[in-house]
């Protein structure tokens, strides 16, 4: 354990965006395997509603730091490809 006043602060903030960045980075998750589910069961109309959330989800994520841009933006171009052919 640290001794230093610093280090002690140091600690307990990282925990807390630890915390943090695992509650935003699963709820993204959530959204995307949402998204999934509603495309294999063929319902279009909830599946346009959770491509909304996913993509708002994984942009949130970018803005926060928990992953890369291009990671977003390959997951969300990967989505609406599977959601067009479900329009298909």
Request: net charge positive; proline share 0%.
């Amino acid at each position: 354990m640290a001794n230093i006043k610093s280090a002690i602060k140091r600690a307990k903030t990282n925990e807390v965006r630890r915390a943090r960045n695992a509650s935003q980075k699963s709820a993204m998750r959530t959204a995307v395997k949402k998204f999934l589910a509603a495309v294999d069961q063929q319902d279009k109309e909830q599946a346009a509603v959770l491509l909304k959330a996913a993509t708002r989800s994984l942009d949130k994520a970018v803005t926060k730091g928990l992953i890369h841009k291009n990671a977003a933006a390959r997951k969300k171009s990967r989505l609406t490809k599977k959601y067009q052919a479900l329009e298909a």
